[in-house]
């Protein structure tokens, strides 16, 4: 009998890795992505006046970026990180006063400068159906995003800062057929935060192909589009910023 529960034992210890080592993917690309939407910025309580970011501002063209991405499979939890930056520039005539800068008047000829990082930490769990999965979870989106808008005499200037780690609500589905896999995943959130109407909506979608056991390549999507509306550090903004297109790229699985 005890030589029976040591083999059970021996047999449960042995089953057990298989159902909880994890899995990780790791991927590397490149993003062509464009921007689009608009921005009002004032001092104070005043009104700030939306003005579009290609003729206003002279952005939104399409701009090479990287992007990273990294996913460990635990079984039912999936704890995936993704990121990319994003920069653009260009010259525009503001359509409406700028900032609190008198030079930065509507008629007058910027140029103009957006920075932006973006990172996504999520914690989904995983309801296997066949070849198909679902998996509810929740994310955080973090941001950092910087806009510098200079006269065309470089004399006066103003700059736009807005950071911050933002909750979602986040739901991924997956498919897998052996050498081909998809997936695509959203989080959303929409919040009255002090002074600021915010909302956020985060897209992102794959197709991979798998050409060796470890070895992956795959084409995507993403968008990210972000709302603010009210009050940030004694300054009113309006905005509506939407960042999106095409990603490429290859991974490893093991």
């Given at each position: 009998m005890r030589n029976r529960l040591i083999v059970l034992a021996s047999l449960a210890l042995m089953a057990l890795p298989a159902c909880s080592i994890p899995t990780l993917e790791v991927q590397a690309g490149y993003a062509h992505l464009s921007l689009d939407g608009?921005?009002?910025?004032?001092?104070?309580?005043?009104?700030?006046?939306?003005?579009?970011?290609e003729s206003a501002f002279g952005l939104g063209d399409s701009q090479g970026s990287p992007y990273g991405r990294a996913q460990i499979d635990f079984?039912?939890?999936?704890?995936?990180?993704?990121?990319?930056s994003f920069e653009d520039q260009g010259r525009g005539v503001l359509l409406s006063d700028f900032g609190n800068i008198p030079a930065l008047a509507g008629g007058v000829p910027v140029q103009s400068e957006l920075d932006m990082m973006n990172a996504k930490v999520s914690l989904?769990?995983?309801?296997g159906i066949g070849p198909v999965s679902i998996s509810p979870g929740l994310a955080i989106d973090y941001f950092d995003l910087q806009i510098d808008v200079t006269d065309a005499l470089s004399i006066a200037s103003e700059q736009v800062d807005v950071s911050g780690p933002l909750p979602l609500a986040f739901l991924r589905a997956d498919v897998d057929l052996g050498i081909v896999s998809a997936f695509a995943e959203a989080g959303y959130m929409s919040a009255d935060i002090d002074d600021v109407d915010g909302e956020l909506l985060d897209i992102e979608a794959q197709l991979v192909l798998?050409?060796?056991?470890?070895?992956?390549?795959f084409v995507g999507y993403r968008y990210w589009n972000i709302a603010l509306d009210g009050i940030i550090d004694n300054n009113t903004i309006d905005t509506d910023i939407k960042v999106s297109g095409l990603i490429f790229g290859g991974g490893i699985r093991f």
């Open positions: 608009d921005i009002g910025y004032s001092n104070g309580n005043t009104v700030a006046v939306e003005q579009d970011f079984g039912v939890p999936v704890l995936t990180v993704s990121a990319f989904a769990f995983e309801i798998h050409p060796a056991p470890l070895v992956e390549l």
